[in-house]
């Protein structure tokens, strides 16, 4: 006779192994859904400018006049895609959206929106690759939830793990994202989640490298920051990013609002925006893209601060309007530029003063203060970081500048940057101590 007691425990048993089918699944096919991606865009790379090398180097090659207008050129297709090929259903729930309310992640929004981003990315346009990737990633999680035997909590589920695939096969973090899915889109680090999710971005990125045989993406060396004047210095590259985070978030929102309010169409409107981005292209090539190129080159060569600056400046400018425009495309990687650059100018001035210091060092803290401040969540900023260039002797002092970003940033900006994709009430949306004073 069966003990009633153990049908709990048999139940439970099985619930996890259901799961554990679930994640590993979405981690392959969240694998697929990024390389699937990155493959497009390698191939409309190499048919445009003749290689594979990055937008910035095949901008360099390319004459003022294109420089200037190919981004335009690119802005007007992504927005036809989006004005023709969506239709009437021209929003739709994004992969945050599905996740925390519980909606379908729509197959035919998902794929014109991605092909849009395609078409911004390849021409230049200052926004990153990452949340097409991401998004096809999700609504693989979301196709596969749909098949009649799970629950609507694995349903759900399915998404969550394909979020978390796709984001560590677009960065090659999977710790990072498996955290980013717990920590911005959950709201919260619980083991029976956090495990599923760990395994479905460990298989994604276990792919990813597999076969495309890269590494982490910004691999660098830069020694440690552990006496009390660098920690101190730190401290104050994490107050810059605290306050320079909801200037940027700020800012994308209200360029974003303006450009909305324009009563032009919307492929007029991307393809002017392209048009700005060219045009400040002509000035310095590295405008173009999310920034990756540039970041790589800041943590392994040595820059005047005056150029970093210049870029510094543009970057954002081009981002505002790439972002602003309605163009559909990811921020994440522009914002680790902008930290990048942030740290790095930082770091150079230190560097003037004792030559000892390292300038990368400041440049990986910069990267994730600011990611933390944009985002608000410094866990996933720092191990993010770590993950993405090896860096992990530095996470004392990433767990610094992170925190002190995080704090300063939650004081003056309450909401992050993904805040118009997850409910007021969220736990990501009000500060710690607001959670124990409920």
């Known amino acids: 006779m069966t003990n009633p007691q153990t049908t709990p425990t048999v139940n439970r048993k099985i619930q996890i192994l259901r799961l554990l089918g679930v994640a590993i699944i979405a981690g392959i096919l969240g694998a697929w859904a990024v390389l699937g991606f990155h493959a497009l865009l390698q191939f409309l790379e190499s048919q445009l ?3 594979n090398n990055g937008l910035v180097a095949a901008s360099a090659r390319l004459p003022f006049v294109q420089r200037l207008m190919m981004p335009a050129l690119g802005g007007v297709l992504a927005g036809l895609i989006l004005r023709y090929l969506l239709g009437k259903n021209k929003k739709g729930a994004d992969y945050m959206e599905a996740i925390t ?7 035919r929004v998902s794929l014109v929106k991605s092909l849009s981003s395609a078409a911004t990315v390849v021409s230049g346009g200052s926004i990153g690759r990452e949340g097409s990737m991401v998004q096809l990633a999700a609504l693989t999680g979301g196709l596969m939830g749909k098949l009649p035997w799970l629950t609507e909590d694995e349903r759900r589920f399915a998404v969550a793990c394909g979020t978390a695939a796709g ?7 999977p710790i990072a994202g498996a955290l980013f899915v717990a920590e911005i889109v959950l709201g919260g680090v619980s083991l029976n989640s956090f495990a599923p999710l760990l395994l479905s971005a460990a298989v994604s990125d276990l792919m990813v490298r597999h076969i495309t045989k890269v590494g982490p993406i910004y691999a660098s060396r830069p020694g440690n920051l552990e006496s009390w004047s660098e920690l101190l210095l730190v401290v104050l590259v994490g107050l810059l990013a605290g306050v320079a985070g909801p200037l940027l978030i700020n800012a994308l929102n209200r360029s974003r609002d303006s450009i909305a309010a324009m009563r032009f169409p919307l492929w007029f409107k991307m393809g002017m925006a392209g048009l700005g981005v060219g045009a400040l292209s002509l000035l310095r090539p590295e405008v173009w893209g999310n920034g990756y190129s540039v970041i790589n080159s800041l943590l392994h060569q040595s820059w005047v601060w005056q150029d970093v600056l210049l870029i510094l400046a543009l970057k954002v400018i081009a981002t505002l309007l790439t972002s602003g425009s309605g163009a559909v495309g990811g921020v994440f990687t522009p914002t680790l530029f902008i930290g990048a650059a942030l740290g790095t100018l930082v770091g150079g001035g230190v560097h003037a003063i004792f030559p000892s210091e390292s300038v990368s060092a400041f440049t990986l ?6 990611l933390s401040a ?4 410094p866990l996933t900023a720092v191990v993010m970081v770590s993950e ?3 860096g992990y ?10 925190l002190s970003a995080y704090y300063i940033s939650s004081i ?3 909401r992050s940057i993904y805040a118009h994709s997850i409910p007021d009430n969220h736990p990501t949306q009000t500060l710690p101590l607001s959670r124990f004073e409920q």
């Open 167 to 173: 984001l560590a096969g677009a960065y090659n973090t």
């Open 374 to 377: 944009v985002t608000h969540a």
């Open 412 to 414: 003056i900006q309450p």
């Open 49 to 51: 400018y003749g290689q």
């Open 101 to 107: 309310a519980g909606s379908d992640v729509p197959v």
């Open 393 to 402: 002797d530095l996470v004392p002092a990433l767990v610094m500048g992170s």
């Open 365 to 370: 803290v910069g990267m994730s203060a600011l």
């Open 388 to 390: 993405m260039t090896s």
